[in-house]
């Protein structure tokens, strides 16, 4: 039994509300208020703080529950979206306040405490994940301070510490003594899952192309920002304006955020070390930072402080003048199977860093060939699950009529051809990691009882009336558009946010073409090992060419590409790789993704704009029906099938 919360239900429709408040009282919870509007909510609120909200997202008055939803984010409050609607619209904004949970009415008592249950254990261990990474870097530190080295390799050892706090692609430290400008500075650009490159004055001389006294200049030029601050789309060019030193950055390594963390020293000192994070993510920082780095600041100073009393040389004079590379790299295992070093690359290893250790279900989306598997298994493998089962199913791959066999197991018997009992990949995996693979393509019924089994962690073989306990790890993957398919009814909107707790969305390649060349050579590699050939290495204009195609297939697609023109080489070159024509492949825009209708999205539009022409008439003269050549029963079927609503038409 979960522990009592004080919950505050956010509903417009009494009856529904009232409902909900006896099946809380009934469950140990207690009720802090009944809000019909944002603004009877924000009453309730500043009465008594509540530990959870239960929130309708169509509300009396303007507000919606959405806008609510933002204050509770603000407030550290979490809360769960209650909604018969699914618009697609909607969905999206709602997703972007990142609620704990999404009931869909109606919703049986159960559904409503598992899932309360549910947002209450991902606040709880949210924040101890939080605390973890503190106090483990604050030990950091305590062991950097005792350590020998100069001042620049035991300052880059308090940067990097910093990386699974805060998420950077360049930092800038800056030293100031007497408040005056130091000679100073070093800075480091990630450029691997734990390798850095230093980046000094010399090392921006050749980056900018201007001369040490012209960057001086900038850097003169440039007032010292000594309060927390971060800056993100237009905030940032409007800071870049008014800094010339951090323009320069910016346009010469890309750079489209800033956080500042200024660590100031005691006030003999007058001075400090400021720390400038950056990131080529546009909208990397947000006010949880400027918390994280209140925090950090004491436990920084103190660090700070610490190195200076242990280096008397610090002074006056540059501590090393030797151009210190600070290449930092470890072999981190569970990430053997991917390959590249693009910055949006890294950045999808650091969440998966973080969200292996937990048992968090996770959600991997991305165009198809992006590696998703591979993915799935880095995080069971960087997980305590590491030794126990990793079991697949492709529910894209089998007949609807299968599915809950192969999930669930069946008894012997349960239904023709069942000539002995099987067990399901549920209990297969028991200890272990399930990956759902194409998890869009599960059929409409079958969702519903994958969510139960989720949520309940129990299962029923088919033809079977005992209840089976399961210990699983979740972890789904797609490359349809859910929240399109959740839209157009043919995805169940509470198992879209039961699997979608973390989401890790996969870069096509076209996005990370920085990783082209050496995915290129890890597979010339690979498949002149397995052919026998001696193939060692692309042509310039060959790696050129794979440089300016789009890559609808992804990895999988150079992969298949560089096989075959290993089989072709004549030498231990590849001079030409055949690349396809690409002239029919269509992009959505929207999305961003490549994108093909399939048989039944042509045939669900092709209903709908028949019953918008008929206005919404199904039987009779001129009835939908008529014009499709099917009786109106069949029609109905179809439609329910293919989740076709009177709201579509």
Sequence with gaps: ?????????????????????????????????????????????????????LLDIFLSGKETGIDLAEILKE??????????????????????????GFLVKPFREKDLLITIEIAQYHQEHGI??????????????????????????????????????????????????????????????????????????????????????????????????????????????????????????????????????????????????????????????????LTLCERLQEPLIYAIENLISHDKKLKLKNI?????????????????????????LLRLFDNIMQVAPADTTVLITGESGTGKESIAHSIQQLSNRKNQPFVKINCSALPPSL????????????????????????EQADNGTLFLDEIGDMPLEMQAKLLRAIQEKEIERVGGNLSIKVNVRIIAATNKNLEKEVADGRFRLDLYYRLNVF??????????????????????????????????????????????YQWPGNIRELENLIERSILLAKADIIEHIPLPAFEETKINNMSNEWYFKTIQENEREHIINVLAKCNGRIRGSGGASEILGLPPTTLASRMQKLGIKRSHF
């Excluded at 697609?88 to 972007?96: F, I, M």
């Excluded at 309060?227 to 940032?236: G, I, L, V």
């Excluded at 090393?320 to 910055?343: C, L, M, Q, R, Y």
């Design 320 to 344: 090393s003048s030797v151009n210190h590379t600070a290449d930092k790299s470890v072999k981190v295992s569970g990430f053997e199977s991917i390959v590249g070093k693009s910055p949006i």
């Design 75 to 100: 407030d550290n409050i979490p809360f769960i979206y209650l909604s018969a609607n699914s618009n697609e619209e909607v969905l999206s904004k709602a997703k972007l306040t990142h609620p704990h």
């Design 403 to 426: 599915i809950e066999s192969e999930l669930f197991g069946h008894e012997k018997g349960s239904f023709t051809g069942a000539s002995e009992k099987r067990i399901g990949k549920f």
């Design 1 to 53: 039994m979960i522990k009592p919360l004080k919950i505050l239900i956010v509903e417009d429709q009494f009856v529904e509300a009232n409902h909900l408040r006896l099946m809380l009282k009934k469950a140990g919870h207690s009720v802090t208020g009944m809000a019909r509007s944002v603004t009877d909510a924000k009453y309730y609120i500043a009465k008594q703080k509540p530990e959870l909200v």
């Design 503 to 548: 989401p890790i969305q996969l870069p096509p390649l076209r996005e990370r073409k920085e990783d082209i060349g050496l995915l290129a050579r890890h597979f010339i590699a690979v498949y002149s090992s397995k052919t026998g050939k001696n193939v060692r290495e692309i042509s310039e204009s060959a790696l050129k060419s794979l440089l300016s």
């Design 128 to 289: 101890e994940s939080s605390i973890r990474k503190e106090l483990l870097f604050q030990k950091q530190l305590k062991t950097i301070v005792k350590e020998s080295g100069s001042w620049d390799s035991r300052v880059f050892n308090i940067i990097t510490s910093l990386q699974s706090l805060i998420s950077y692609d360049l930092v800038m430290a800056v030293f100031y003594i007497e408040n005056k400008l130091s000679s100073r500075v070093i800075g480091y650009t990630r450029t691997g899952l734990h390798e850095y490159q230093r980046i000094g004055i010399e090392e921006l001389q050749i980056i900018t192309g201007l001369k040490e006294s012209e960057i001086n200049d900038l850097r003169n030029k440039s007032k010292v920002e000594n309060e927390m601050a971060f800056y993100n789309d237009q905030d940032f060019i409007k800071i870049c304006d008014k800094t010339p030193i951090k323009k320069l950055i910016a346009n010469s390594m890309n750079m489209k955020s800033n956080l500042m963390l200024p660590i100031p020293l005691s006030l003999h000192e007058n001075g400090g070390l400021y720390l400038s994070f950056y990131s080529r993510q546009s909208n990397n920082y947000n006010k949880n930072h």
